[in-house]
């Protein structure tokens, strides 16, 4: 199986930062690399697809980069709305895995 | 807009069978790929397996023993069976639509899932 690791697990801080997301895999998956957004109760949200495509209707301060093994999603301007918890997700070959989250919280 | 809508029992007897469905409204169950997925307490995301419009299927190997996803689309809702559950398959059991299909499985529309607790 890939092995998806992100970091930080966890990630503290206040409206209007710049936040960073990285997502690692185990092996090469090329730009096969997604992000989602979970919020308690609610279905959880794609963000981006294909390491850089944003999906339709999500605003345009997230945005995703990387190839091959390093990853990163990044929110130019954290705002309220934005207080969740994201993982990446390889499509590059089954079993599909995910990493195990990144919980960004209010500093 | 597609919605889904996950259906079921929210407790389970170890050894029994976990049975789940999902009801898509809003637009067809057919061309695509639809997916199960869990997220145990306090844990990260598994996928479970998906079946295809045409029936075809491709499960976790980790749970591929003891797990069937099956299509109605005379119903337009599709179904998770996992047989001999144990306290490790408590879980909220979220239903996905595959963009993608087999090639490039990316999730663009999910139910709000459903929890799932196996205990006597």
């Known amino acids: 199986d890939i092995q998806m690791t992100q970091s930080p697990s966890s990630l503290a801080a206040s409206v209007g930062d710049r936040v960073t997301i990285t997502c690692r895999a185990s092996q090469s998956i090329s730009t096969y690399l997604n992000w989602y957004q979970l919020k308690p109760g609610k279905a959880p949200n794609l963000l981006i697809y294909a390491t850089s495509s944003l999906q339709n209707e999500v605003p345009s301060r997230f945005s995703g980069s990387g190839s091959g093994t390093d990853f990163t999603l990044t929110i130019s301007s954290l705002q309220p709305e934005d207080y969740a918890t994201y993982y990446c997700q390889q499509s590059y070959r089954t079993p599909l895995t995910f990493g195990q989250g990144t919980k960004l919280e209010i500093k | 807009q597609v919605q889904l809508q996950e259906s079921g029992p929210g407790l389970v007897k170890p050894s029994e069978t976990l049975s789940l469905t999902c009801t898509v409204s809003?637009?067809?169950?057919?061309?695509?790929?639809w997916s199960w997925i869990r997220q145990p307490p306090g844990k990260g995301l598994e996928w479970i397996g998906y079946?295809?419009?045409?029936?075809?299927?491709n499960y976790n190997p980790s749970l591929k023993s003891r797990v069937t996803i099956s299509l109605d689309t005379s119903k337009n809702h599709f179904s998770l069976r996992l047989n001999s559950v144990t306290a490790a398959d408590t879980a909220v059991y979220y239903c996905?639509?595959?963009?993608?299909?087999?090639?490039?499985?990316?999730?663009?529309?999910w139910g709000q899932g459903t929890l799932v607790t196996v205990s006597s």
């Open positions: 079946v295809s419009y045409g029936g075809s299927s």
């Open positions: 809003g637009g067809s169950i057919s061309n695509y790929y």
């Open positions: 996905a639509r595959d963009l993608g299909g087999a090639y490039n499985p990316v999730f663009d529309q």
